[in-house]
């Protein structure tokens, strides 16, 4: 399994930014798909979360201001990030949990994307 992410870059603050990550691979379904993000110093933390049956889980630093949203047939989740603000200010890292393979077999690996900037300029 792969996952692949795009989208991110440099912002001012106020502004907004989509992330786009798509899986690949042996693939027939995925539990949870999400993002995180890492700012230097600091340990990777929880941006949102998504389930299979479109259940979301958000940082308190997040609440009201992204949106996580995917698609199941594509096996693509996407980060809406609007209201940007300088602490936003990571590398952030798409995830994939929890994968029925296409021969039915059940993977619980954690699967990470390479990771992509945004910078939020004050």
Same mark, same amino acid.
């Given at each position: 399994?792969?996952?692949?992410?795009?989208?991110?870059?440099?912002? %001012?603050?106020?502004?907004?930014?989509?992330?786009?990550?798509?899986?690949?691979?042996?693939?027939?379904?995925?539990?949870?798909? &999400?993002?995180?993000?890492?700012?230097?110093?600091?340990?990777?933390?929880?941006?949102?979360?998504?389930?299979?049956?479109?259940?979301?889980?958000?940082?308190?630093?997040?609440?009201?201001?992204?949106?996580?949203?995917?698609?199941?047939?594509?096996?693509?989740?996407?980060? %809406?990030?609007?209201?940007?603000?300088?602490?936003?200010?990571?590398?952030?890292?798409?995830?994939?949990?929890?994968?029925?393979?296409?021969?039915?077999?059940?993977?619980?690996?954690?699967?990470? &994307?390479?990771?992509? %900037?945004?910078?939020?300029?004050?």
């Amino acid at each position: 399994v792969q996952l692949q992410a795009s989208g991110g870059g440099l912002v %001012q603050a106020g502004g907004s930014l989509r992330l786009s990550c798509a899986a690949s691979g042996r693939i027939f379904s995925i539990n949870r798909m &999400g993002w995180y993000r890492q700012a230097p110093g600091k340990q990777r933390e929880l941006v949102a979360t998504i389930t299979g049956i479109s259940s979301t889980n958000y940082a308190d630093s997040v609440k009201g201001r992204f949106t996580i949203s995917r698609d199941n047939a594509k096996n693509t989740v996407d980060l %809406q990030m609007n209201s940007l603000k300088p602490e936003d200010t990571a590398v952030y890292y798409c995830n994939a949990y929890g994968i029925l393979t296409s021969t039915l077999r059940s993977d619980v690996t954690d699967y990470w &994307g390479q990771g992509t %900037q945004v910078t939020v300029s004050s």
